[in-house]
DNA sequence: TAACTTGTAAGTTTAATTGTTACAGGTGTA
DNA sequence: TACACCTGTAACAATTAAACTTACAAGTTA
């Protein structure tokens, strides 16, 4: 199992905005050459990227901008707003336990707590991690 | 996206064999019919338990038994043991950013040490989970 | 108004997971 | 040794989810 490549489109595509929007109009097509994706995966994104605050997107020439300062943005932010992870939670429990069974019948509550703690030590280092440092490390690179 | 039910199965059938090895002859038959999925499927998880040290596996009537303390076999055991996450990580990194673009050349470097971050945090909780507590539930809850 | 853009619907392709049938061969008991 | 029962595994079908594509209505700015 992965999680979806959109997360990882997300962060490239906002570390792209945050890497050209002084320099260059953003639009999807151009954010779609540099991820090499169609560029309705990207117009996808964004209304989600922008509904959680993280940028604008008008349809007229002006392009992608930035709404936020990256220090602000971590990739917990970026996980949430792509939502990559639904309601059902990173694990997939199998369907059917068999309740006449007293391992069947106990087994989900028994592992519940278990599973929701993994997913939230995800999270929670998710959290640590912001997209500044991202676009950081890419100008620095374009620098050697 | 989800981890596959593969590692929740397992668990179910570690905890299955914990609970009654010492009460009946444990099968492949008898814990599909506890987790509820088609005997094959256990019978295909069996031996990379199996050679994980974590159970033993006999093809004649005395069925599978416990190799290891369970207080000694964690969530991390289970999960490297079924093999949940191969080695492109628990990302799914987008396979052809542009390498003409300065943001598409660099964002593999600038990214992968985190997203390893990520899933080394969820690891380092997995390893803290003992399936001796999920037994531990289990009979609590039976007892209730 | 013209040129360009986004938002979104609808459908196709591809890949991964899950489920099934079938059977060769090992194991233990009588 | 023979019988009943079990596992290991191959081969394949079914299902689901992700990824990709085409097409077009509607918004935006110069």
């Known amino acids: 199992m992965q999680i979806t490549s959109r997360f990882t489109i997300a962060v490239h595509v906002i570390a792209c905005v945050g890497y050209f929007q002084d320099t260059?109009?953003?639009?999807?097509?151009?954010l779609a050459g540099s991820v090499g994706v169609n560029p309705v995966m990207i117009r996808n994104l964004l209304p989600l990227l922008r509904d959680a605050g993280i940028l604008s997107v008008s349809q007229g020439k002006s392009g992608v901008r930035l709404t936020r300062d990256l220090s602000?943005?971590?990739f917990y932010d970026v996980y949430r707003a792509v939502d990559c992870v639904d309601d059902r939670g990173l694990f997939h429990f199998h369907a059917q336990p068999n309740p006449a069974c007293p391992v069947g019948k106990t087994i989900h509550a028994a592992t519940d707590g278990r599973l929701s703690d993994v997913q939230r030590a995800m999270e929670n280092e998710m959290k640590t991690i912001t997209l500044a440092g991202v676009v950081a490390d890419v100008v620095r690179l374009n620098r050697q």
């Not at 260059?24 to 151009?30: E, I, K, L």
């Open 24 to 30: 260059r109009s953003v639009t999807s097509a151009f």
């Open 72 to 74: 602000d943005v971590t």
